[in-house]
């Protein structure tokens, strides 16, 4: 995951809107389907990944920003001192 991602809110901002397909601001198992290639286990899959990031129900926005920085900081990435 590019940290520029996380950096560049304009990134952040297309990547959210990419994943949350009917625009209702949360990323939904439904949503991760419509991304995922078809097959039986699709929603099963779509469901394992919002459990693995803490959203079952589906992911906001914040909890989003929140699994991209905490990416981008496992990857390596460290923000500019200010």
Do not use: H, K, N, Q
């Not at 990419?18 to 899959?45: F, Q, Y």
């Not at 914040?62 to 699994?67: G, Q």
């Amino acid at each position: 995951m590019s940290p520029r991602l996380f950096t560049r809110e304009d990134l952040s901002d297309a990547a959210f809107a990419a994943m949350d397909g009917d625009g209702d601001g949360v990323i939904s198992p439904a949503d991760l389907e419509r991304l995922l290639s078809d097959s039986p286990t699709r929603a099963a899959v779509a469901r394992a990944v919002l459990a693995e990031v803490g959203a079952d129900g589906g992911c906001d926005r914040a909890r989003f920003d929140e699994v991209v920085r905490a990416a981008s900081l496992t990857a390596g990435w460290r923000p500019a001192a200010s």
